[in-house]
């Protein structure tokens, strides 16, 4: 195995979202997608992005912002089931959160 560095498009999407801790992260076919997670530069986050691994260079993508979708947290996990994501948990950085979420990436939409 041998480390790479890509090259990544440094848009507005990349330096509004990509300096983050703890976000929510899982790949289906050739997308990595981030969900949530925090920084000292903007805080607590809500949103789901994603990268699509086969492209050069690499451009961020924000998915819709107009869709019910789980509140903003960090330290939640997230799998990859029969190409849905379920993200359970996490932090608000006040309280737990004890929600399961699915979405499904064709119709980019969340389920409680």
Known sequence: MKWEEVTVNENAVYHRYWTRDSYGFRVIG?????????????PLGNFMVSYDLAETPLNLTELSVDITMPTSRYYHSMTVVSGYFFMYGGSDGNNVIDQLWVYDQHRETWTL
């Not at 969900?35 to 903007?42: L, N, Q």
């Open 30 to 42: 050739s997308k990595a997608y981030f969900h949530g997670g925090f920084s000292t530069i903007h």
